[in-house]
């Protein structure tokens, strides 16, 4: 099962967010997202549990609680969305 994690502190790595979930069961993989231009954490990230009984385990016990001195959102990912290349019009003005 793959989860979303939000308001994550700019200091999570993905070793920490690893080892947080890891409390409740196997964790297939831990990503932070990161910022294309400055390489700084976006503040979010995702997690998959291999178990969907010990994902959902974490995703109660963790949503709300407190993880580097910020209260975080964990829930569920939903599917990415497919969305229609950008087009750039060369009239901006």
Same mark, same amino acid.
């Given at each position: 099962?793959?989860?979303?994690?939000?308001?994550?502190?700019?200091?999570?790595?993905?070793?920490?967010? #690893?080892?947080?979930?890891?409390?409740?069961?196997?964790?297939?993989?831990?990503?932070?997202?990161?910022?294309?231009?400055?390489?700084?954490? #976006?503040?979010?990230?995702?997690?998959?549990?291999?178990?969907?009984?010990?994902?959902?385990?974490?995703?109660?016990?963790?949503?709300?609680?407190?993880?580097?001195?910020?209260?975080?959102?964990?829930?569920?990912?939903?599917? #990415?969305?497919? #969305?229609?290349?950008?087009?750039?019009?060369?009239?901006?003005?």
């Amino acid at each position: 099962m793959n989860i979303y994690v939000s308001n994550l502190s700019f200091n999570i790595t993905d070793a920490d967010l #690893r080892q947080t979930f890891e409390t409740y069961g196997a964790v297939t993989s831990a990503k932070i997202v990161m910022d294309k231009m400055t390489q700084r954490s #976006r503040g979010f990230g995702f997690v998959e549990m291999f178990s969907t009984e010990e994902a959902n385990s974490a995703i109660n016990q963790l949503n709300g609680s407190t993880l580097d001195s910020r209260t975080i959102n964990v829930n569920e990912a939903k599917p #990415r969305e497919e #969305r229609s290349p950008r087009t750039f019009s060369s009239n901006r003005w």
